[in-house]
């Protein structure tokens, strides 16, 4: 039987806790990745980017870690060897050259390193990559730099030098504080040093430090997060991230280490990311898009409440600069509707950057592609659709435009899960977390569900 007609057949409580089950994309970006195509999208990149007279945003991509984290999704290379570090920021000394060589006026408005772990490099290092950045870009008087750490690497002295070259805003991965869940998950961390290293960081000068945690890991129960939650009053930072644990064995080895019957089951993940909402708001956090907290004054939830809340590759920012330039093995930029990803093999993009035959994957967005994407990040970031602004914005009358899609809400409309008033389409607070769902209805690219993380 078709699933369509057999989902329909359900009663509606037995619906809304299928759909609660369903894989869906994250939607960090529109379309998603899994449409890109191998070709030359080297050429009409650089291209563009010799034409850029607007500052952009820049994410480099740190792919080492010390040790092995059995739930991580991130391309990474594991290795105590720190000299593998210095052979990687040569072959991106590189690339940043053949960048800089189209255009030498670059002025880059926001810097942000991700991994792996960036936090792999040595103060040395790091010292290093910034001057390859300065001798080669343009940083903007206020540009703004953030850092994701892995709070085990992390000293005095190395917090202090990453401020003195101009970072202000610090992630650091926490996932959980519950000794079991942390030894089955291969990441033994103390909470006294993460207390420290946050005092650290504001001592030396961050303005902002965001604490990731993961919900839905194996041991993880109501009283395990509740010692996760106990622990960030504690901690008491600036920003909150609570991310879904993805469980996908195929595609991740590490992640068969776990045993099924440890896993929560749906029914409880739900309740323990009810919980963590529940109390992080009543922390004084307030909950931002699908899975981040932000206290009332920081500038993320500054920029949710003025409704200019963005998301891209990253996540959630209050950055609204949608010129992305991906430097590093794996790294995908958006400069001027096109959108590229560096190879993923580390060796092969070692050979991409010695012969300047980098990106050979990516897309041409169409104004189909920038229409929906726009549609999906508002939903996304505001949980509201809203049709008479899209009609404006593109010149299009939306209503016909995506009658097709009207369609399928009415039927979500009458499970309670999205309401309407005028031409403003919004999700019920109970139902938030079903966002990714309702986005998926306007992705003109639907694909295997099972590539895809669940709603919970």
């Known amino acids: 039987m078709n699933l369509l007609k057999q989902t329909y057949e359900l009663t509606p409580a037995e619906h809304i806790a299928y759909l609660y089950q369903r894989n869906v994309p994250r ?15 080297n050429t009409p990149l650089l291209a563009n980017i010799a ?4 500052p952009i945003s820049l994410y480099i991509h740190i792919p080492f870690c010390h040790s092995l984290c059995y739930y991580c999704g991130c391309n990474k290379r594991v290795t105590r060897d720190n000299s593998k570090a210095d052979e990687y920021l040569h072959y991106l000394g590189l690339e940043i050259a053949q960048i800089a060589q189209h255009n030498p006026e670059i002025t880059i408005s926001h810097i942000h390193y991700g991994g792996g772990s960036p936090s792999f490099l040595s103060i040395e290092q790091h010292t290093k990559l910034m001057h390859l950045l300065t001798s080669h870009f343009n940083l903007a008087s206020e540009c703004q730099m953030s850092i994701e750490c892995d709070p085990r690497n992390l000293t005095p002295p190395y917090i202090q030098h990453l401020a003195k070259l101009g970072f202000t805003r610090m992630s650091l991965g926490v996932q959980d504080v519950d000794p079991i869940v942390q030894t089955t998950i291969n990441r033994v961390q103390s909470s006294s040093h993460i207390q420290a290293c946050i005092a650290d960081a504001y001592h030396a000068g961050f303005s902002s430090i965001n604490l990731d945690i993961i919900v839905g890991l194996p041991e993880q129960n109501l009283t395990t997060i509740q010692h996760t939650l106990s622990a960030l009053a504690q901690f008491n930072v600036d920003r909150i991230s609570v991310f879904n644990y993805a469980h996908l064995p195929e595609r991740f080895a590490a992640q068969r280490k776990f045993s099924k019957h440890n896993m929560p089951a749906p029914e409880l993940k739900q309740q323990m990311t009810s919980h963590i909402a529940q109390t992080l708001q009543s922390m004084g956090y307030q909950a931002i898009g699908m899975d981040h907290f932000a206290k009332p004054n920081d500038s993320l939830a500054v920029a949710a409440n003025k409704g200019v809340l963005s998301r891209n590759f990253q996540g959630y920012t209050c950055d609204q ?70 009609s404006q914005r593109w010149s299009i009358d939306a209503d016909k435009y995506f009658a097709h899609e009207i369609d399928s809400l009415a039927f979500y409309s009458s499970l309670g899960i999205v309401t309407k008033h005028q031409q403003q389409y919004s999700i019920s607070t109970q139902h938030k977390p079903l966002v990714r769902v309702i986005a998926q209805l306007f992705d003109q690219y639907k694909k295997d569900q099972t590539r895809f993380s669940s709603v919970i």
């Open 27 to 41: 939607y960090t970006s529109y379309p998603t990745a899994l449409e890109f195509s191998v070709d030359d999208y």
């Open 51 to 54: 034409n850029l007279s607007t």
């Open 321 to 390: 600069n949608d010129q992305i330039l991906g430097l590093g093995v794996s790294a995908i930029s958006n400069i001027s509707h096109i959108r590229a990803q560096n190879a993923v093999d580390l060796k092969r993009y070692y050979q991409q950057v010695t012969t300047e035959s980098l990106r050979h994957k990516g897309r041409q967005l169409t104004q189909d592609d920038l229409i929906r994407g726009d549609l999906i990040n508002q939903l996304m970031c505001n949980y509201t659709i809203n049709l008479a602004a899209i």
